[in-house]
């Protein structure tokens, strides 16, 4: 995962889900990492990380076409 870069952190799982989802649907390959603690689910964030190369068009895309 070195080749990947955080473009998105949010602690709702659904809302890093959508940002996935509007990323793939535009072509650029996306996971979402869960960073949440395993006990509770109480601390921590959902992260979603693209490839390094993708991440400007990546975080242009979630600024103008995502909104909550």
Do not use: C
């Not at 799982?13 to 395993?38: C, D, F, H, P, Y």
């Not at 693209?50 to 103008?64: E, F, S, T, Y």
């Amino acid at each position: 995962m070195d080749s990947w870069i955080k473009v998105f952190e949010n602690q709702n799982q659904i809302r890093a889900e959508i940002v996935k989802g509007v990323l793939e649907e535009n072509g650029i390959s996306a996971v979402v990492m869960n960073k949440k603690e395993t006990v509770y689910h109480v601390f921590g964030t959902y992260e979603v990380l693209v490839p390094k190369g993708d991440a400007l068009l990546a975080m242009q895309l979630i600024q103008n076409e995502i909104t909550f």
